[in-house]
């Protein structure tokens, strides 16, 4: 299972470096949710015509899309080794 995690992130990230421009280090993707109702209750959902992630089933992100089916979301993917302020958390 984790194999297939690792397999679809790696398809995942490949596909989305297609449209990633050379200059800038982040990209915003504009795409449709979709899953058919046995796919989302495992977790599947589909970005476009170019990306399919899953994500466990319960999790917020998994909540998030599981309400987003059917409608367009902003997806900004950026580079998180720059500098970033310290937080605390409690």
Known sequence: MRKLLWVTLALILVTLSVSWA???DE????????SADH???EGYFSL???????VKPGSDLYKFLARQRGRKIKVVLSDA??????R???
């Open 22 to 24: 050379s200059d800038r």
């Open 27 to 34: 990209t915003v993707l504009t795409v449709q949710v979709s």
């Open 39 to 41: 796919e989302a209750m």
């Open 48 to 54: 476009g015509d170019s990306a399919t992630v899953m």
């Open 81 to 86: 080794a720059g500098p970033e302020l310290s």
């Open 88 to 90: 605390l958390e409690r």
